[in-house]
């Protein structure tokens, strides 16, 4: 592995599994946003699709169970997954995590299913 910090696609359900419900997406986005951790602290960038789509679901006046989301969410990851280096796949049934990861594999690109699995960075000095 070179020495630069890889951009990793965290994917896993979001809207998956929830029926819509608010409360049931924002636990999913926070099982997304915990694995941002481990993945920094191995000294790489984590993304999450949903960072990038949900602002601009809502800057067009819609949210994740408008019509509008599928035209916004997967085409928001696939856009991402052009400068990712990989993807982190975390468990659970999700047809947007499961198109990423064919994305990714189609890219060349690496897909973790542990953070384990993700090549930890030696700590760089900032001169």
Same mark, same amino acid.
């Given at each position: 592995m070179n020495d630069e910090p890889q951009m990793i696609l965290i994917a896993g359900p979001y809207r998956s599994g929830? #029926? %819509?419900d608010p409360t049931a997406m924002a636990a999913n986005l926070a099982r997304l946003e915990a694995a941002a951790w481990p993945v920094f602290a191995a000294g790489h960038i984590p993304m999450i %699709?949903?960072? $990038? =789509? &949900? @602002? $601009? &679901?809502r800057a =067009? %006046? *819609?949210g994740p169970t408008d019509p509008l *989301? !599928?035209?916004v969410l997967y085409p928001a990851a696939?856009? &991402?997954l052009a400068r990712c280096d990989a993807v982190l796949r975390l468990p659970g049934d999700s047809? #947007?995590?499961d198109q990423d990861v064919a994305i990714a594999r189609r890219r060349g690109l690496p897909v973790y299913h !542990? $953070? *384990?699995e993700? @090549?930890?960075r030696e700590p760089q000095v900032i001169a």
């Open positions: 929830t #029926g %819509g %699709g949903e960072w $990038v =789509a &949900l @602002p $601009v &679901l =067009a %006046g *819609a *989301a !599928d035209e696939e856009r &991402l047809a #947007g995590a !542990d $953070v *384990a993700i @090549p930890r």
